[in-house]
C-alpha cells in the first residue's frame, strides 16, 4: 500500500506519545513493505530546543536530508520519505500537491486540533482519509477536550474512518459524538528488545513531562514526604517555568533532559510516578517503564487502567473537571486543580521503596504483562485494520464488529 501521514507536528523528535506512535508505526510500515510518505511541519520542539537533537541524528544518519526548496525539506528515514513544511500558510497548496504525485490509497490525519491538515486531507483525497484519535483533548467535542468545534466535527464525520489507539478513547468518541471507531494499540514503545532496568538500591523517584495537567502537586508533595529518596523530573511539552522554578525548590529533586531514547531515563529510575489529573487517552510511558521492569505509581483516571496491565499500583484521584479561560506559555489551558488525598500516594511509594520483596514482585509482574501486551502490537495488525476499512467504505459501513477487531 501507498500509505501517508499528514500531522501538524514534529516527526523525528518525541517529544510526545503521539509524535513517538505515528513515526513508530510509520516505520514498521516500511519495514514490511508498504511506501510511506510524512507532510508534517518543518522538525519543530514545541519550544523545547530540538535543534541539537535533531543535527545529531543527522550527523549519525539515522536521517538523510535529501533535498530542500522554497517551501520544505525532504529527508529519509528508516525506509519512511518526510516533507517538513516551512510556511503553514501553505498547508492546503502542500498537502494537494503532494497527494496527487504520491496517490496515496490511504491518508492518515491526527492530533489536528485547528483542523486545517483534516481539511485539506479531505479536499485533496476524499474517501481515503482516516482520523488517528490518540487523544480526548485535540479532538472537538466533550468535557475533555480544549475546546468545541462543530465544524471540526462535521470534518470528522467526512473521513473514512476513525482509529482510536485505547479502549478509553474509543469509548469517549461513541459517548461524546455518537462517532464510531476501531481499537487499535499504537507502537510508542518500539520494537524491542527492552532492558530490565529494575533497580530497588539505587535510581529516582521519576516524573516525566511535571505540569498541572500531569499531576504535578502530587509529586512535589511526595518529594516532600519523603526527603531521604531522590527524585527526579523531566521536563517535557507541558512544563512551564514555575513549574520548573518549584521543582528545582527542593533540594532532593534533580532536573534530568529529555531523550529521545526513553532508555536513557529509565536506567536511572528506581520508581515511576504518574500522577495524571486530566483524562490520559491510554498513558504510554507507565508501559515504557513496566516493559522494563519497573514498578510504576499512577492515577487511576481517563485510560491509565489499561496501561496498568492489572499491576499494582493505581491510585484513586479527583481529575481535573474545569480549566480556566487564559493558555499558559505552552499554549495549554490553565487547569483548575482540585484538592488530593495523598495517604494512598504516600502508602505505595514507602511500601515500594521499603519492601524490597514487594518490589520485585510489581517489577517483575510489570515486566511480564507488559511484553505480553507489546507482543500483540504488530504494524500488520494495523494494515489489517485499513483493509477492514475498504472493504466496509464498498459496503457502505464504516466501522468492524466486535469480533472482527478482536481478530485484528
Known sequence: MRIALIQALGYFISYSGACKANRNL????????????????????????????FADKLARGEVERVRSDEACDVYRSAGVEIHALRDAGAL????????????????????????????????AAPGQVVEIAHSQVALPF????????????????????????????????????DLESTAVPFPVHGWGPFQDYRNFDGGYVTMINPSGIKGLPIFLDLARR????????????????????????????????RADDIDDIMKTTKVLIVPSLWGEAFGAVIVDAMLRGIPVIASDVGGTSEAK????????????????TRVDERLIPVPVLPEQDMRPWIAALAKLTGDREQYERIAEQSKQAARAFQAQIRPERFVRCLTALRRDAAQGTQTLTQQEEARL
Do not use: K
Open 26 to 53: 510509520m516505520e514498521g510500515l516500511a519495514r514490511i513493505g508498504h511506501e510511506c510518505l510524512v507532510l508534517t511541519a518543518t522538525p519543530n520542539d514545541n519550544g523545547l530546543s530540538d535543534e541539537a537533537l
Open 92 to 123: 492546503r497548496e502542500f498537502v494537494r500537491e503532494r497527494m496527487e504525485a504520491f496517490r496515496p490509497e490511504w491518508v492518515l490525519v491526527t492530533e489536528d486540533r485547528v483542523p486545517a491538515v483534516l481539511e485539506s486531507a479531505l479536499l
Open 142 to 177: 466533550g468535557p475533555e477536550c480544549y475546546a468545541q468545534n462543530p465544524g471540526h466535527l462535521e470534518l470528522l464525520r467526512q473521513t473514512a474512518g476513525i482509529i482510536a489507539t485505547s479502549a478509553y478513547v474509543q469509548a469517549y468518541l461513541r459517548r461524546w459524538s
Open 226 to 257: 519523603f526527603p531521604e529518596l531522590p527524585f527526579a523530573a523531566v521536563p517535557t511539552w507541558a512544563t512551564t517555568s514555575s513549574d520548573l522554578e518549584a521543582l528545582r525548590s527542593l533540594p532532593n529533586m534533580t532536573l534530568l533532559p
Open 309 to 324: 496491565l492489572g499491576v499494582d499500583y493505581l491510585i484513586p484521584v479527583h481529575p481535573i473537571e474545569a480549566y480556566e
